[in-house]
């Protein structure tokens, strides 16, 4: 009840922030058009080029959404990503990063793959099948990251859970994150050997939704003041150290209807989170 009411007070803002306030623009400049005073941005795909943005500053801790529609027509083989990530130049390195990866497809099911790096520990896919059709409407994608837990949303349903389980030696994401949205050619990635139909081209992802809450990294001395419980930093307050008991049933069902390929199922013997945490992580 009450995260409801945080969630529509803060989305009215959200909803009408411009890209330009917190956003820039990485690659494929000519392939990104803005619309609607610049609070609604189109990344375009085609044999030249996809699109990507970034954040303009690096967060610490924060509860991360956009709203995103994905192209409504055969897209197989194209990649729309919505994610943070400490390694935005992708130098290499003990990277945390967390992902919202939409894999094309002509028509459904569509498939959502969220991913989890913490100190480069990788190879956490866990794919979902929508339970609606994102390529015909705004639909938002949300990531809290605070001390506790990572929680993936798709709405207002947590579909997946990354706990801070340091003490048992899992590594947790600890850097400063920047936020990043892209559209890309992903045929030799995550296609399942799907070809791209590039008389389809352009292929559009529209997003919506670009204000940021979220505690700006500005050192790390000053990182901790993104980590505490504070009244004013609510994503780290009570209601986010775990899920509630409505939340845990939601992700329970979301997860027992939606999820389709777990790497704790096929991996669980080299990630130490999937034997304590085996339905949430
Ligand atoms: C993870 O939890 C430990 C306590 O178990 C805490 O000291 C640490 O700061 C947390 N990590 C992050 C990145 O919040």
Redesign the pocket.
Known sequence: MVVAVITCGSKADHNVVSFDKNYHVTWGNSHVTSVNQGTEVHLRMDKASGAGFESNVGY??GFFQIKIKLPNKDFSGVVVAFYLTSDPDGKGGNHDELDFEFLGSNGPPFTLQTNVFANDEGGREQRFHLWFDPTSDFHTYGIVW???QVVFYVDKTPIRVFK????IGVS???QQLVIQGSIWNGETWASGGRKIDWSQAPFVASFVGFGVTGCQFQSSASK?QC?ISSPKLWWNGDKYLGLDPAQRKALQDARTKYLYDDYCSKHAHIHQECQINKNTS
């Open positions: 610490a801790s605070n001390q506790h801070n389980n340091t003490k947790y994401p600890s901790d980590y």
